[in-house]
């Protein structure tokens, strides 16, 4: 069963994600914010694929991904962006090193997230 890690910082948001990711045969793990997923991969969670909210307490998504960015462990795990930020989002995924498709705003169309997980291999 693949792992998803779904770092999201709101209650409901996260129930929904992971209702829905749990429905497609996803095992979910969450994390409400980077500081907590970041502890969570260095403690040897190794997801197929993490889901990321950016505006967040602690550690947001921009200091999370440039985290997992440096280290040689975590830089290969597929990312997906969930933001409410619509704004400049083509610029938003250049930053994070993301292609364009795998930033998505909210609230998320999660037949779209299904098949940016699947693009990138996983599920």
């Known amino acids: 069963m693949p792992i998803v890690l779904l770092i999201e910082d709101h209650?409901?948001?996260?129930?929904?994600?992971?209702a829905v990711l749990e429905g497609w045969g996803y095992e979910v793990v969450t994390a409400r914010h980077g500081a907590e997923?970041?502890?969570?991969?260095?403690?040897?969670?190794?997801?197929?694929?993490?889901?990321?909210?950016?505006?967040?307490?602690?550690?947001?998504?921009?200091?999370?991904r440039r985290i997992q960015r440096a280290n040689s462990q975590w830089e290969g795990i597929p990312v997906v962006v969930v933001t409410g930020m619509s704004q400049h989002l083509d610029a938003t995924?250049?930053?994070?090193?993301?292609?364009?498709?795998?930033?998505?705003?909210?609230?998320?169309?999660?037949?779209?997230?299904?098949?940016?997980?699947?693009?990138?291999?996983?599920?």
């Open 93 to 123: 995924a250049t930053q994070l090193g993301l292609p364009a498709d795998q930033c998505l705003v909210k609230p998320v169309d999660f037949d779209r997230l299904f098949a940016v997980l699947r693009a990138a291999g996983v599920g």
């Open 11 to 18: 209650d409901d948001t996260t129930d929904a994600m992971q």
């Open 37 to 64: 997923a970041l502890h969570l991969l260095a403690g040897g969670l190794r997801p197929d694929a993490i889901v990321l909210d950016l505006m967040m307490p602690e550690a947001d998504g921009w200091d999370f």
